[in-house]
């Protein structure tokens, strides 16, 4: 059976891992910090992430502690509506809903997949050596580790991309995003449902992520980031003072320490993510903006079909050529439409930003539909 190595344990890593160990493999997961930590924050698992989550036997368990959304609603400041989608009937169609739940415990389920004796952490890989038998990767404490394949899940800023493609470089979308969980808990009204509120260069998004706790976000154009010393959940109020409730009350209810600050970045698309015996997944073969809330489910697609393909062909590099049939197109598309999504979303004139809210907010129901579901439907 081949050897091997994941670089990586995010979602990708972890996804991956679950997923061969599913079908009889026993991969290593060299993970660079001292343990896996998961960003303190919310993620929104949309349908075609939790169909993965269901095929590795997890889905129930995310369901049970996170908590299954039933609409999806965003507003203007004023509370006009942009956009308003059933997720009931979401999950009449592809047999899953979104459902928002902490990365902790996404984390925790995958890792629950695993052995023990599969992750190994303070392994930070900082390049890999290969040959027609075997690759070798290169650990910043002086070790080494040899693998017949090599799956580099390291981020949006991998180092394995680095090697592999020293071409691509990061892209700056020129606006950040501030996000944290906090102890707020939401009104029942407001518990089954993602809510996102547009600005002129700034949003507002937020859901509850059950046992009282709620997840917030906020993307804003560089030219208004409150950037600054002190306190930034001051900074961050005052910014978003405008903005209706309960924005205000979930801002001033976060400890500041738990406030994350995350430059939005992406790349353009590459045209293959292999070579050799390495092969790329999750951010690090298509880092996207996170206007879709696609990222983690793409990253879990990725995992999971790479493994299948892994187990189903002859060998790695027909493995590789299937898993890019599979998956190149819809990550590609994913990327292109966060970027668009984000142009549209960030809109910092006050002119186009009320032209913008007219057209979508008067957009047949159908249509708005079609756009955000589309991405629901599996390649696999």
């Excluded at 949003?203 to 993307?219: K, V």
């Excluded at 996207?288 to 493994?307: H, K, R, S, T, V």
């Amino acid at each position: 059976m081949e050897r091997i190595a994941i670089v990586g344990g995010g979602i990708a890593g972890l996804c991956t891992a679950a997923s061969l160990t599913d079908r009889g493999f026993d991969p290593v997961v060299y993970e660079a910090a001292d343990e896996p930590q998961p960003a303190d924050a919310g993620i929104w698992i949309p349908p075609n992430g939790m169909d993965v989550l269901d095929r590795l036997g997890v889905a129930d368990r995310i369901c049970e502690r996170g908590v299954p959304l039933e609409r999806t609603l965003v507003e203007d400041v004023a509370g006009a509506t942009i956009f308003d989608l059933d997720l009931t009937a979401v999950e009449d169609t592809y047999g899953h809903t979104i459902v928002s739940t902490h990365r902790e415990e996404l984390q925790a389920a995958l890792l629950g997949e695993i052995p023990d004796s599969a992750v190994e952490t303070g392994r930070q890989c900082t390049g890999v050596e290969q040959d027609e038998a075997s690759a070798t990767l290169q650990f910043a404490d002086g070790g080494t580790a040899s693998a017949d394949v090599v799956v580099g899940a390291d981020g949006v800023e991998s180092d394995l991309r680095a090697d592999l493609f020293p071409e691509v470089s990061l892209r700056d979308s020129g606006s950040v995003c501030y996000a944290a969980t906090t102890d707020v808990e939401l009104p029942a009204s407001s518990r089954r449902m993602d809510r996102a509120i547009w600005g002129r260069g700034k949003r507002f998004g937020y859901s509850a992520l059950g046992d009282g706790r709620s997840y917030w976000f906020a993307p804003i154009n560089g030219s208004l980031d409150p950037v600054g010393g002190g306190n930034p959940v001051e900074r961050l109020a005052e910014c978003y003072a405008d903005f209706p409730a309960p924005v205000g009350e979930l801002i001033a209810g976060t400890d500041p320490e738990r406030v994350a600050r995350v430059e939005m970045r992406d790349f353009d698309p590459i045209e293959e993510w292999s070579r050799g015996r390495v092969v790329l997944a999750g951010d690090a073969a298509h880092a996207m903006l996170p206007n879709l809330a696609q990222g983690g489910a793409q990253a879990l697609e990725d995992g999971f079909a790479l493994a299948k393909c892994l187990d189903e062909r002859a060998s790695h590099r027909r493995a590789f050529e299937t898993y890019e049939e599979l998956r190149l197109d819809k990550a590609r598309e994913m990327v292109e439409q966060s970027r668009q999504r984000g142009k549209v979303a960030q809109l910092e004139n006050g002119i186009l930003s009320r032209v913008r809210n007219v057209i979508l907010g008067n957009l047949p129901e159908f249509v708005n539909e079609k756009f955000e579901t589309d991405m629901y439907e599996m390649t696999f």
